[in-house]
C-alpha cells in the first residue's frame, strides 16, 4: 500500500531567520536578556506602544461602527483613498492634495493584510504579467523577499547592495545589475530605511537609479515598509518620486506597520503605477484574481483605524507628531550608541551615524553573535543587525561594551 499521507517521509523546515531568534529571546529565562533582533519598534521600556492617535480611532470606531460585513475585494473605499494621499504627497502641499500623477487614471491602489501581503501581491504580479521575469534583490536585504520569490515561483538573483565594509552604498554594483537585467526583470528597491543595513541612497542617486532602471525597462517594486521613520513621511518618499519623473510602471508595497505601530493589525496597500490608464484598469483585474485566491478581502478594523486617523486633520496631526517622536528617538539611540562604542574603545563606527531607520549592521560573524547570546543575554540577527529602537539609557552602554570586547 502506497503511504499517501501528508506526513509521510516529512522533515521539519528551518525556521524563520528573525522570528526563530526572537523566539529563543522569549525562552531565555535570564532576566537581563535584551532583544536587538525583532524588527519592531519600542519604547524606552522595551515595550511597543499602542500610538494615543490610535486608541482615540478605536475609542470612535467602537462607538460608531455598525457592521464587521467584509471589505471589497480591493480593499476599504475610505483606506485606499487616504494611502493613495500618504504615500504620493509631495513635499510642501496639504494632505489630500494630490499631484497629477496619482489623479491621472495611472494609478490604482489596493488594501492589502500588511506590507507583507503588498510585497506577496507585487511578486504574483509579476509572476501573472511577466511569467519569464527575474526578481532581482539586494544582498543583504530583508529574508522575506527571496522567500516571497520562491513561494510565488519567480526566479530570483542577487545584487550587492554595500561595498565590502557594509559602510557605504555600492553604487557602481547596482548600476552593473540594473545594466545585466533582462528588460521585464523587476528590482524590490526599499523605498526607505533599508533593512537590514539601514544605507539608503542619496536623492541624486536615487535618479540616477531610476533612469537606469527606465532605460533598461525592468520594473521597481518600492518596498515601503518604513515611511516616516527615515527623514520624515513626505522626504522619505524622495525614492518613489524619482521613479515617477522617468514616468516609468512602478509597484508601491506600503505599510502601516511600524509607522503606525499596528503590527498585529495587518494593514497596507499596493500601489500600481502603471503606464496609462487602460493599462492600471487591466493590472487591476489581475490583482484582484490574485487577492480572491489569496486573502480574498484585507481584514478591516486596522485600516478602519488608519482610515479614522488620516481622514481628520486633528488626529492626523496627533500621529504625525508621533512618528517624529519615534524617528527622533531612533536617531537618537543611534547617535548615543556610536558614542558609547568609542567610549567602550571600539574600532570607527561613525558610518553608522549616516543610516536611517531602525536598522544597521555590526558586521558580526555568527560565532560572534552566538557568544554574545549565550555570555551577554544580547540578541542580534544575522551579521549583527541591531535594532537601535530596542535599546535605551541603561541597555546602550551595556551593549557597546560587549560588541566593544568582541571585536578586541
Not at 174 to 190: E, M, R, T, V
Not at 278 to 291: D, M, P, S, Y
Not at 325 to 337: C, P, Q, V, W, Y
Not at 369 to 385: C, F, M
Request: glycine letters at 8%.
Amino acid at each position: 500500500m502506497v503511504d499517501g499521507s501528508l506526513s509521510a517521509k516529512i522533515s521539519s523546515a528551518p525556521s524563520d531567520p528573525i522570528f526563530g531568534i526572537v523566539e529563543a529571546f522569549r525562552a531565555d529565562p535570564r532576566p537581563e536578556k535584551i532583544n536587538l533582533a525583532a524588527g519592531v519598534y519600542m519604547e524606552e521600556n522595551g515595550v511597543t506602544p499602542i500610538l494615543a492617535s490610535v486608541r482615540e480611532a478605536e475609542r470612535r470606531l467602537l462607538a460608531n461602527s455598525t457592521t464587521k460585513l467584509y471589505k471589497p475585494i480591493g480593499g476599504d473605499p475610505a483606506l485606499v483613498k487616504l494611502m493613495r494621499a500618504l504615500i504620493f504627497r509631495e513635499p510642501g502641499a496639504p494632505f489630500g492634495t494630490l499631484p497629477p500623477i496619482a489623479t491621472s487614471g495611472r494609478v490604482e491602489v489596493l488594501h492589502t493584510p500588511g506590507g507583507t501581503g503588498a510585497v506577496r501581491l507585487a511578486v504574483e504580479l509579476v509572476a501573472r504579467l511577466r511569467p519569464e521575469a527575474q526578481i532581482w534583490v539586494s544582498d543583504p536585504t530583508w529574508p522575506n523577499h527571496p522567500q516571497i520569490a520562491d513561494a510565488v515561483g519567480v526566479r530570483h538573483r542577487s545584487h550587492p547592495w554595500t561595498t565590502a565594509n557594509v559602510r557605504e552604498l555600492d553604487m557602481g554594483a547596482l548600476l552593473d545589475a540594473i545594466a545585466a537585467a533582462a528588460p521585464g526583470d523587476a528590482f524590490i528597491f526599499h523605498g526607505a530605511c533599508h533593512n537590514p543595513t539601514g544605507i539608503d541612497p542619496t536623492a541624486a542617486q536615487w535618479g540616477e537609479i531610476a533612469n537606469a532602471v527606465a532605460a533598461r525597462g525592468v520594473l521597481p517594486i518600492l518596498d515601503f515598509a518604513y515611511q516616516g521613520l527615515g527623514d520624515g513621511l513626505v522626504e522619505d518618499a524622495a525614492s518613489l518620486r524619482a521613479f515617477l519623473a522617468t514616468g516609468c510602471e512602478v509597484l508601491v508595497a506600503a505599510s502601516a506597520s511600524k509607522n503606525f505601530a499596528l503590527y498585529d493589525e495587518r494593514v497596507g496597500a499596493l500601489a500600481i503605477v502603471a503606464a496609462d490608464p487602460a493599462a492600471a484598469a487591466a493590472i487591476l483585474t489581475h490583482a484582484k484574481v490574485a487577492i480572491r485566491a489569496a486573502w480574498s478581502n484585507p481584514p478591516g478594523h486596522g485600516g478602519e483605524i488608519v482610515a479614522e486617523i488620516l481622514g481628520d486633520d486633528s488626529l492626523r496631526a496627533q500621529w504625525e507628531g508621533e512618528v517624529t517622536a519615534m524617528r527622533e528617538r531612533i536617531n537618537g539611540n543611534r547617535r548615543a550608541f556610536v558614542d558609547a562604542l568609542a567610549q567602550a574603545g571600539a574600532a570607527d563606527f561613525s558610518h553608522l551615524l549616516s543610516g536611517r531607520g531602525m536598522f544597521s549592521l555590526l558586521g558580526l560573524s555568527d560565532a560572534q553573535l552566538a557568544q554574545l547570546r549565550d555570555e551577554q543575554a544580547i540578541y542580534l540577527v544575522a551579521r549583527g543587525r541591531i535594532n537601535f529602537a530596542g535599546l535605551s539609557a541603561v541597555k546602550i552602554p551595556i551593549v557597546a561594551k560587549a560588541v566593544a570586547a568582541l571585536l578586541r
